[in-house]
Every structure is written in C-alpha cells, then in structure tokens.
C-alpha cells in the first residue's frame, strides 16, 4: 500500500481537528491528533502535581517513561498515557491551562516527534493536524495544509466544541486564553507554530466546516489522486 502524509497545521481553533477527522474518514486514511498527545502527558503532569515550568526536567523524564498510545479501533481513537486512559481529560480547563508549557520544553518535543514518525511508520496512511507536522515531523508529506481564522471566530468555534462537550463557557474567557496560547505557541523556541513554504494557506473564517473540508478533499485528490 503506497505511504501517503497529509498534513494540517494551524492555531488552536482554527478547525483543524474536526477537518482533519472528517478528511481523514472520507479518503479512507488514519488520524492522527498530535495535540492531544501534548495534552495527554499534560493530563498526567497535573495528575502528578508536576509544574512544568519549574519541574520541566520531570516532565521529560514522564514523557520518555510513559508509552502513548492510541486505540485506533475506536472513533475518535482514545489515548493511554504511561497505561491510564486520558481521553476524558483532554479539554478540562486545569489540562488546557498548562499544555502550552508542557508542549514548549524541548525534550519533550523530541519524545513526541520520535512517537509521531513512529506512529508514521505503522500508519502510512495518514491525515495528522497538530503545529509542526508539515514543518519538523513530516517534511516530506504528500500534502500540507495551513488553517486559520480570525482569533474572534476561533474563540466562538473553540467554545461551542467546549459547550458541545457539556462545559460551561465563559466566551471573553476563552478567547483570552486561546490568543494567549497562540502566542506562546507560535514564540516558543523549538517547534513553533510556522506555515510551511509549501503548505497551502487557508483562511477558514467565512467557511463552514463543509465547505472546508469539500476544499481540502478536492486539493488532494488534485494534488495527489493516484495515490489514493
Ligand atoms: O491543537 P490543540 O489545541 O489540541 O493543541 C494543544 C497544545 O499542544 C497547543 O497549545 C500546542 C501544542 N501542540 C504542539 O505544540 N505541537 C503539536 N504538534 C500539537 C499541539
């Protein structure tokens, strides 16, 4: 079976996940969430107590201690960090709140990027969103995309998912936080959030979610049909 790596980077709320799910699904390949392994062993992080700013080399130790694993037989996959099943945490506020630290020390990045090729390698076949993934883990994809949307509608989008999963939101609140996120995610030193020379850029602020994902399955095909 011919490797093909789509790539779909961009700021938190852009829509990356749900587009990448849904891309994923309708060119029969695999997805892959980065994010939610930076969010997983932040999971655990707050499990354990540990402040990755002031513990980073804990936090380190965690993540090369701790088998990430996703249980691809379910939808979306649900992920088992050092064997406990995080996939319940991964939108709390207390997880959130600090992924951005945990996601900016630079040996944990070298855990995740080596997890990522890995996962790469046994999934050939693959539709991966995250910051870096067309950038650093996968220069070489078949096809990169760059999402974005205004932070105002990324804000919206970020609290209805929130809201979807039943918590109550506060919209000043997480439009605060994200914009805040987005700024320590696209500054930090190793691995930050860039759009790729050769990604394609997509505005997605006056798209719906059909729309955008009619886009990008069409790009594909376009851009790499035969090996579908
Ligand atoms: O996409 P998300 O909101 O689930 O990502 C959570 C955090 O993880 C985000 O603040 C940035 C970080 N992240 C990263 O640094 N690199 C990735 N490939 C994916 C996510």
Redesign the pocket.
Do not use: I, P
């Given at each position: 079976m011919q490797r093909l790596i789509i790539t779909l980077?961009g700021p938190?709320?852009s829509g990356?996940?749900t587009v990448a799910r849904r891309l994923a699904g309708l060119l029969g390949l695999e997805f892959l969430?980065?994010?939610?392994?930076?969010?997983g062993l932040?999971a655990r992080c707050v499990e354990r107590g540990i402040d990755p700013v002031a513990e980073d080399y804990a936090v380190v130790e965690l993540a090369r201690n701790s088998e990430m694993r996703f249980d691809w037989t379910q939808d979306p996959p649900r992920l088992h960090v050092g064997g406990v099943d995080v996939t319940d945490r991964?939108r709390d506020s207390d997880v959130?709140g600090q992924?951005?630290e945990?996601?900016?020390i630079s040996g944990v990045?070298q855990v995740?990027v080596r997890e990522?090729r890995r996962m790469g390698e046994e999934h050939p076949r693959l539709v991966t969103?995250?910051?870096?993934?067309g950038s650093i883990?996968f220069p070489h994809a078949g096809v990169k995309f760059y999402l974005d949307a205004a932070p105002a509608v990324r804000a919206k989008r970020r609290a209805q998912q929130l809201r979807d999963a039943g918590k109550t939101v506060d919209l000043e609140e997480v439009r605060q936080r994200i914009t805040e996120?987005d700024r320590?995610?696209s500054n930090?030193k190793f691995?930050p959030?860039i759009c790729p020379e050769d990604a394609q850029r997509i505005d997605t602020s006056d798209m719906t979610l059909d729309q955008v994902v009619d886009m990008l399955e069409a790009e594909v095909k376009q851009a790499v049909g035969a090996a579908l």
């Open positions: 980077d938190a709320g990356k996940s969430d980065t994010g939610a392994m930076y969010r932040s991964l959130t992924v951005s945990v996601s900016a990045r995740m990522q969103e995250g910051r870096d993934q883990v996120r320590k995610d930090r691995g959030l």
